[in-house]
């Protein structure tokens, strides 16, 4: 039958889709929808990398009482042609031993950070894969790294990723005698790209923003003209380490609980509940139990759905700590003032850590900088949103960041906004940074930070810190512009008033105008006739600005036709 | 050495993520970020599939000349306990066949429309998976999907997702002989929500836009609380049928062209070239392999990454005409105006449909509709934001339409925004309709749509042509409105004024006022009295909202501390 046969041929037409595939054609997802983005992406996501691997590497050696050193990133841009750049990105971290280099860069979804619980930059194991990924997809060529560990030789291996299998197709794997450090890993990719010497969204304001929330790091940037630029380390301490923690019962979902019953080596469930959980003590793990009416001595694996629904009710009724916040790594208010101060010398400045709080079970903690006059452009407020220590400079529209700045009442703490937007007007910098285990990304391009209700509270109230502090400094400067309103009004209705008056009565308006000015220069003790011509020139202005609307709008009309 | 150990120790914490496991953790990545939008998101994947089902069906009937029937489609919400709800979705579409159900449910990333070039609305083959993944992650359910392909008897198959697996575990499967229609398919899923019944972002409200971009669908909602809501067709015809097509060399991709070129079955490059690219005759292929000097007759798989460089540089730089349009289905400029008229009955409408552009090489094509007035409630504008014709609800803010809507001067035109929102105030619809054959989302779980260029200019002009209209009728309110400001401002100063000069003059204050008010009365034909009322009554309206404000303030500090 025509029916059987269409259900038959739709069916036919299903078929998997590899990963790679899909982000390949869904590359804006991980950040490539555009050039200028491309180029940044790709530095982004080497430079995230090489920060983690450099702290982590100098946190195991300080740990095991040895030597260690600070950060050290090279970045370096060659143009090759018109639109094709080389990328390099190299750091003094502990290098990357030959037998994982194929899978770390030529694998999507393959990583180390995924299934723990610490802050990190990288998380998914999606970013310096995908970057290669768009390298060979805009210029057919394969990357290049060059790794080594310390007291062994150095490898160069070079990848291309294969799309239907997701992995790894080598082109060159051997010993490098020519690597400069002792220790560290060097990565090369060649992509279609479009540079920008500055600019919000420029990488030189990428690198100029990390150094400010990553002040124990050194970045040297040599660009395509071969300009060198050193941002200096601000302090010469680690950052405290972070520790891993495990799984805090709030915000656990019930079927990760399930799987984790299934693949837990634990024998009891008791033993499950007390050493797989954080601030999970024995006595609330026998309680749960017992309200949930489960014996202590069952066995993980033969605890069933609607058991596993009583003992996780159970578990977030528990009174439970918070969990641990030694897992989370805050750059600290002392730092980032550090930071801005060299940076703006701002005429006003106020920062603040907030405490950590938890959304999903995962703790976070925001921190808020608010940056004043100084070197600050005359504009609207710059805001910079920084996640992880990692700044985001893309998708703000979508960012958890934003929208606490956007719902502040920014007007209420004296800084005006521009009439059609909803970021403050004013010469400041804005600057929140907020730390998770895990922060939750719009998209894996990781550009904004969804919109927990609690993050954007967290944002706010740091915001509002801040915001109460320039609001006392911002006062006096409103009262002076206020007095001025008042004065133009009177001094332009002076005017019309005295003619009318005059046509009434059989008095001069000359005269009756110079009675009205004598009333407002006692009142303001201002000079009428200055205040005149200024009036005069912003009425100019304002008739001029409305020509020029209306010669655009017909332009548009026309441009259409075309 | 403890440096190599420490390399080594990094390497042993790699591993791979399985795309199932990965969007658990990032289920907002879905759409499920919260329990009213993941009720929302679940609705919309069943929905979605669905629609695209039943019109698949529909078309290939009628080309094979047979009855066809046009989209009845069962949504129906059942509560099972406080936050628990079951999703029944029914089609009478074409049923899916047993064998296949497994991977169509319960596989992230397996599809038929991926690897197809034409407009639906489904494109990723993950939503329904992800939806039955959300499900057991929050009740540890198994979903359940009834199909019945006409002629055969019905199936029922429930079953779960094997997260490290990514894949079907399976539960029951086995003829059933409860399903009541001749063909089509009924998903039902348990999770966790929170139901909303009316609200921009409420299942009702997703259900009436999609209703009005897919006026030829009938939709039956039955709600918690039994309640039957049926949005009827506005049209008896099935939309014009929409082909699959090739793609076009514009905004190709040398890493896709380099494995088109290996997997392609054709024995020439020449062959290749002609028959696997929209509007590419012999004779421009011929040209094209010419200027980069490759044989016509070569093998695919023998050109190299260079010559392919120079073969796609050449396919760009030819004179080609844009991507066939068959490939698109707009709801059409009528269609829009009648849904929008029989729903909210507005005083003025206008909608426009753009002529088909390109982003990327997929053609695309805009609609835009401007409804004011009549049933539309008094608050700010409500965006529509269609894409495929499937209603957008959530993050407005990463959203190109957002942004077209955003960067249109809507003063301009006569429409005022209230200070600090960039959204026109307005009784007004702005309906914004995208289709294309890759619809560019910021994230899978397709809520928003990505900015690029070309997109958001076709958006502005679209709503610029409807503004244009929309200033001519607005034109007269506006006037009328200028006029009643100015004359508050005379009457508020004339009586200030009064006394400074009757301070000065010797003249009796009561007198000089009076004359001042015969001058506004005659000016403006109004009685001042009344409008010294009005002024008073919102200065003291502004004055308590000072007042509240600053309590807030301080609540705020307060609430801090806690």
């Known amino acids: 039958m025509a029916e059987k046969s269409i259900a038959d041929e739709l069916a036919d037409k299903h078929k998997s889709i590899s990963i790679a595939e899909f982000f390949e054609k869904n590359r804006h997802l991980l950040g490539f929808d555009s050039k200028i983005k491309a180029m940044l992406t790709c530095v982004k996501e080497a430079v995230d990398n090489s920060l983690d691997a450099c702290e982590e590497y100098a946190t195991e050696l300080r740990k095991k009482k040895?030597?260690?050193?600070?950060?050290?990133?090279?970045v370096r841009i060659d143009q090759e042609s018109e639109e094709v750049y080389k990328i390099i990105v190299e750091d003094?971290?502990?290098?990357?031993?030959?037998?994982?280099?194929?899978?770390?860069?030529?694998?999507?979804l393959y990583g180390s950070k995924f299934h723990r619980l610490k802050q990190g930059r990288g998380q998914q194991g999606i970013g310096i894969s995908a970057s290669i990924l768009y390298g060979q997809l805009t210029t057919g060529k394969a990357a290049r790294i060059i790794s080594k560990v310390d007291g062994k030789p150095a490898h160069i291996v070079e990848l291309m990723i294969d799309i239907k299998k997701n992995d790894a197709s080598i082109t060159r794997d051997e010993e490098y005698a020519k690597f400069s450090r002792e220790h560290g890993t060097r990565v090369e990719i060649i992509l279609e790209g479009t540079y920008r010497a500055s600019g919000d969204k420029s990488i030189y304001e990428y690198l100029l923003r990390t150094s400010i929330v990553n002040p124990h790091a050194k970045i040297v940037f040599i660009d395509p003209k071969g300009e060198r630029i050193t941002f200096k380390r601000a302090v010469e301490s680690l950052p405290q380490a972070t520790k891993e923690i495990k799984p805090h019962p709030w915000g656990l979902e019930l079927g990760v609980l399930i799987r984790m019953l299934k693949e837990t080596k634990k024998n009891t469930v008791l033993s499950f509940l007390t050493d797989e959980f954080s601030k999970m003590g024995a006595t609330t793990a026998k309680s749960i139990l017992d309200n949930s009416k489960v014996n202590h001595k069952r066995k993980p694996d033969s605890v069933t759905v609607e058991e596993s629904t009583?003992?996780?009710?159970?578990?977030?009724?528990?009174?439970?700590?918070?969990?641990?916040?030694?897992?989370?790594?805050?750059?600290?208010?002392?730092?980032?003032?550090?930071?801005?101060?060299?940076?703006?010398?701002?005429?006003?400045?106020?920062?603040?850590?907030?405490?950590?709080?938890?959304?999903?079970g995962y703790p976070f903690q925001v921190e808020a900088a608010l940056a004043y006059g100084g070197n600050i452009p005359e504009t609207s407020a710059?805001?910079?949103?920084?996640?992880?220590?990692?700044?985001?400079l893309y998708e703000s529209g979508a960012c958890a960041i934003t929208i606490g700045v956007n719902e502040?009442?920014?007007?209420?703490?004296?800084v005006p906004k521009a009439s059609g937007t909803t970021t403050p007007q004013a010469p400041m910098i804005i600057?929140?940074?907020?730390?998770?285990?895990?922060?939750?990304?719009?998209?894996?391009?990781?550009?904004?930070?969804?919109?927990y209700p609690v993050i954007i509270k967290e944002i706010k109230l740091a915001l509002q810190e801040c915001a109460r502090q320039l609001k006392v400094f911002l006062h006096k400067k409103m009262k002076a512009?206020?007095?001025?309103?008042?004065?133009?009004?009177f001094v332009k209705y002076g005017t019309v008033m005295?003619?009318?008056?005059?046509?009434?009565?059989?008095?001069?308006?000359?005269?009756?105008?110079?009675?009205?000015?004598?009333?407002?220069?006692?009142?303001?003790?201002?000079?009428?006739?200055?205040?005149?011509?200024?009036?005069?020139?912003?009425?100019?202005?304002?008739?001029?600005?409305?020509?020029?609307?209306t010669k655009t709008i017909l332009k548009e009309a026309e441009g259409e036709e075309k």
């Open 66 to 74: 040895k030597d260690f050193e600070l950060p050290d990133i090279l």
């Open 310 to 360: 009583d003992i996780l009710k159970h578990m977030q009724k528990a009174d439970l700590q918070r969990p641990p916040t030694d897992c989370l790594s805050p750059v600290g208010r002392g730092a980032i003032e550090k930071s801005l101060r060299t940076e703006y010398n701002p005429e006003f400045i106020a920062a603040t850590t907030r405490p950590p709080n938890v959304y999903r």
């Open 481 to 489: 512009k206020r007095e001025a309103q008042r004065v133009s009004t």
């Open 382 to 392: 710059k805001i910079m949103r920084i996640a992880n220590k990692v700044p985001l």
């Open 431 to 451: 600057l929140v940074h907020i730390c998770s285990v895990w922060v939750p990304f719009t998209s894996e391009s990781k550009a904004a930070i969804a919109n």
């Open 498 to 549: 005295a003619k009318a008056l005059s046509d009434l009565t059989s008095k001069d308006k000359k005269e009756i105008e110079d009675l009205i000015n004598t009333v407002i220069e006692k009142k303001f003790s201002v000079n009428v006739d200055e205040q005149k011509k200024e009036i005069e020139k912003r009425e100019k202005q304002l008739e001029e600005e409305e020509e020029k609307e």
């Open 92 to 108: 003094n971290g502990p290098g990357i031993i030959p037998k994982i280099i194929p899978q770390v860069f030529a694998k999507l």
């Open 408 to 414: 502040t009442d920014w007007k209420r703490y004296g």
